[in-house]
């Protein structure tokens, strides 16, 4: 039997709890909503999607949010000079700018530019070092949404085997990190990253008691892969156009052949994606906490 995690259901009592946190940490203390900065550059249609759920997220939770979005071939320093506004302007608490970014633009700069304490992706060196080091720091969404599910279904991750599968910085690189922090609770597990250059990634995997799949391959991973039992985290997210019509969400699992042997799933859609943008607005509350 497969218990599917309901990241939907989850991300509605998480709201719930931000909500009543902005009731008695913000408004009865008269001060200022949380104020959530997006900076999109481009018309990439997922990115798009993305940043309009995320605008989304931030009015059903009652916070502000601000977007700039830049033309396709608006050049890095435009790019640069809207980051620096946003580190300049006292009533923004956090930002992002969201990726993937054009060919034309360094991404290890732009996120160089961020303000880490603005850096509500925790995507900045500054906070993926101390996620390294077990240090307080802004954890990227996606990997805190994976951690939420896992500890509020109570799944044990200490001592257990992980297999991640894809090293993004998005999602493969700081859940890896997370997981084997010295942590009884949400880390302490032994991770294996595997990636793109990884002969015979399902080695790796028919041994994991945990395995998380970020790569954007639909039915990548397929129940042939896992062992009898296994927990299945899914975090792929592909958009499939249907000649014309509503475009289908796909995940990396083969849902049929790894639904029934794995003992946990997350669903796609309503699995990690409404875990994600719930845990970015919490960490503007956090920004918004740390700059009153
Ligand atoms: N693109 C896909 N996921 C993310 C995310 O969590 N943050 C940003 N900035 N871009 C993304």
New binding site residues.
């Given amino acids: 039997m497969t218990k599917l995690l309901n990241g939907e259901k989850l991300a509605i009592s998480i709201r719930k709890e931000i909500s009543k946190e902005i009731k008695t940490l913000i408004l009865d203390k008269k001060k200022r909503l949380p104020h959530l900065g997006i900076i999109l550059l481009g018309d990439n249609s997922s990115?798009i999607t993305?940043v309009n759920s995320k605008i989304k997220e931030c009015k059903n939770i009652g916070i502000q949010s601000s977007l700039i979005h830049l033309p396709n071939n608006s050049p890095e320093y435009n790019l640069i000079k809207e980051i620096e506004k946003m580190n300049n302007d006292p009533l923004i608490d956090g930002f992002?700018?969201?990726?993937?970014l054009k060919k034309h633009i360094n991404t290890d700069k732009i996120i160089m530019s961020i303000n880490p304490k603005k850096d509500v992706?925790g995507?900045h060196p500054e906070n993926f070092g101390k996620i390294s080091l077990n240090m307080k720091a802004f954890f990227?969404?996606?990997a805190l949404g994976i951690l939420s599910i896992l500890d509020r279904y109570k799944i044990k991750i200490s001592g257990k085997h992980t297999v991640v599968i894809g090293r993004s910085r998005?999602v493969g690189r700081p859940i890896s990190i997370l997981l084997s922090r010295k942590n009884n609770r949400i880390g302490n597990s032994t991770v294996t990253i595997t990636h793109s250059y990884t002969p015979n990634i399902d080695f790796h995997t028919k041994k994991a008691d945990i395995v998380i799949t970020a790569v954007g391959i639909p039915g990548f991973l397929k129940g042939k892969m896992i062992k009898n039992g296994a927990v299945v985290i899914d975090v792929g997210l592909t958009k499939i156009e249907k000649n014309g019509k509503k475009s289908l969400l796909k995940g990396d699992v083969d849902f049929n052949t790894v639904y029934g042997k794995a003992s946990y799933l997350t669903p796609v859609p309503g699995g990690v994606g409404p875990m994600?943008k719930i845990m970015?607005i919490k960490n503007t509350l956090i920004a918004a906490l740390n700059n009153r």
Wanted: glycine share 0%; proline share 13%; aromatic share 14%.
């Fill in positions: 990115s993305y992002i700018v969201q990726l993937p992706d995507f990227p969404a996606t998005i994600t970015l």
